[in-house]
């Protein structure tokens, strides 16, 4: 039998994709393939709170409302474009 999963909405504020977009430009003038690397594994981290979003720790900051904002960190690949997660399983 299986389990349902519950998925959540994700919001992601026009800031947020901005700064992200300006990340990703900014790699693609040093290193195209490096900079499509990163896009893909941050929409990836992003859209994997659809199933998980507690998983991460909420901001505590005194401008930010309280257990409303959660700080996730994309962890950086390899020259090959995996995770510490995926190389440790490899």
Do not use: C
């Amino acid at each position: 039998m299986r389990q349902r999963i519950d998925k959540y909405k994700i919001i992601v504020s026009e800031r947020t994709y901005s700064m992200l977009g300006n990340h990703v430009r900014f790699l693609a003038k040093a290193d195209i393939e490096a900079s499509k690397r990163l896009k893909s594994r941050m929409m990836a981290a992003i859209h994997s709170l659809e199933t998980m979003p507690h998983r991460y720790p909420f901001l505590e900051e005194d401008y930010i409302p309280p257990n409303k904002y959660t700080k996730e960190h994309v962890k950086k690949a390899d020259d090959r474009g995996r995770s510490s997660l995926q190389q440790s399983l490899t």
